[in-house]
């Protein structure tokens, strides 16, 4: 007879826990609050405003990647084909009332510089800000393989 386990949520992290769970044979049960699975990533309406919250792009996929390595583990990588994001801009922060549109690009240094561009007054808290972002992705586990967890 398997161990059972009971997972709290059926967001991404709780599906994703399930399915790690069941692979190594235990008998998963996923209870979660909410009438649907993953309340969190489906679309909501806000004061008229439809908001699509579901997954739009991931890293991580490129081999050795914090994702590839997970979906490798879980036997879902089949098919899988990463293309890459658009370095000058995947992503892109408006502000309509002000005319102003600002495409977001990979990398830190990149993004720090966008930012301080566009925002020349603001240039010392986006250089803070962003040592802050660089120091979390160097020093935590669940970002960075090469850092050793508990």
């Not at 386990?5 to 008998?27: F, K, P, W």
């Not at 609050?33 to 792009?57: K, M, T």
């Amino acid at each position: 007879m398997s161990e059972k386990a009971v997972v709290i949520g059926s967001g991404i992290a709780g599906l994703t826990a399930g399915t790690v769970l069941a692979h190594l044979d235990y008998e998963v049960s996923i209870l979660e609050r909410a009438r649907v699975p993953s309340p969190l990533i489906r679309g909501f309406s806000r004061q008229g405003h439809n908001c699509d919250v579901g997954l739009h792009y991931s890293g991580g996929l490129a081999p050795g990647g914090m994702l590839s390595r997970v979906f490798s583990g879980l036997g879902i990588d089949d098919g899988i084909e990463p293309v890459a994001l658009d370095g000058e801009g995947f992503d892109r922060i408006s502000w309509p009332e002000k005319r102003l549109h600002v495409s977001i690009p990979t990398g830190l240094d990149s993004v720090s510089r966008r930012l301080c561009d566009t925002f020349p007054s603001s240039a010392n808290a986006v250089v803070k800000y962003m040592e802050v972002v660089r120091h979390a992705l160097e020093t935590t586990p669940f970002l960075n393989p090469e850092v050793p967890s508990w």
